[in-house]
């Protein structure tokens, strides 16, 4: 996938989504698969660097929208300037940048200036068709319809509901690799305790922007170039060996060599047990093989 910076220019006819896209939930998808339909490249927009935690970091987008066939994607710092940027400048410097012959976004899509940018205005200035496409809800646990949003969606992450997000992020089985949550880092060297007693893990130190559930210990499953495997996640400090670093901790299940460098993706799908200190590593130790036993007889 391309990404282009902020003056590069894409000169091939192509469909253009319209939109921040902090990854892809299921009203993204929407707009992409009407994009798709054009036959077209499609590009995408994405907006980072606002106020509060992302779902999906930088990176995690671009990984996010090359897994699910996007073209380029054109980031957008969310600076002042670009906030005090007119709706019709907006557009005027995106299309002259890029030979866009199908615009696809949202009813509820906002941009420009104090939000002033609508759909209608879109279709008055817009070099060629647009489509916009219906918002997709969700039936809450209050039993009514809900909209999904982005917002919606990290509601649903702080809360814990892993379920509830992947749901709104993933429709399909076979999508999961390409939709659901996860967190994304390169394999670092840790401490190394872990393979004394016999679970060795991957370290990834996770990057301040990103919106992570709550600390605790869950059983998922970890993308990586040598395949994927189930695991056993600890999101948090370490408070048994003394250490208060949160990072993602991870102990891939039937995995052995070395992935010092790689990139990977770890994907919390369920919540074990929450943190605490053991009075012994034999005493953790016990634990791990509780926690391994689990995540064995778990099914998604």
Avoid: W
């Avoid at 990404?3 to 469909?15: G, R």
């Avoid at 953790?284 to 778990?298: C, H, S, V």
């Amino acid at each position: 996938m391309l990404k282009l910076s902020a003056d590069e220019k894409f000169s091939e006819p192509c469909a253009l989504l319209l939109g921040g896209f902090d990854g892809l939930h299921l009203g993204h998808r929407a707009l992409l698969a009407a994009a798709k339909r054009s036959g077209l490249p499609v590009g995408i927009t994405s907006l980072f660097g606002g106020k509060g935690k992302e779902l999906f970091t930088r990176a995690e987008r671009e990984t996010v929208f090359a897994l699910n066939g996007v073209d380029f994607v054109l980031g957008f710092p969310f600076t002042r300037e670009f906030q005090a940027t007119s709706a019709a400048d907006f557009l005027h410097v995106l299309f002259s940048r890029l030979a866009v012959r199908l615009v696809v976004c949202g009813e509820d899509f906002r941009f420009g200036k104090d939000a002033a940018g609508t759909p209608t205005l879109l279709k008055e200035l817009a070099p060629c068709p647009v489509t916009v496409v219906r918002a997709v809800a969700r039936l809450a646990e209050d039993g009514k319809l809900r909209k999904i949003s982005a917002s919606d969606c990290k509601e649903l992450l702080k809360r814990g509901d892993l379920a509830a997000l992947n749901a709104c992020l993933c429709p399909r089985e076979e999508d999961f690799f390409g939709g659901a949550y996860f967190i994304q880092g390169t394999v670092e060297h840790g401490r190394q305790v872990g393979r004394t007693y016999g679970f060795p893990t991957l370290n990834l130190r996770t990057a301040e922007e990103k919106l992570l559930p709550p600390d605790g210990v869950y059983g998922g499953l970890c993308a990586t170039p040598k395949g994927n495997f189930p695991c056993i996640v600890n999101l948090g400090a370490r408070p048994t060996f003394g250490v208060e670093e949160r990072i993602a901790e991870a102990h891939l299940d039937g995995f052995s060599g070395d992935l010092y460098g790689e990139t990977v993706r770890v994907y919390p799908l369920e919540f074990y047990r929450g943190i605490r200190a053991f009075s012994s590593a034999e005493e953790l130790k016990a634990q791990l093989m509780r926690d391994i036993e689990r995540l064995r007889g778990d099914k998604r």
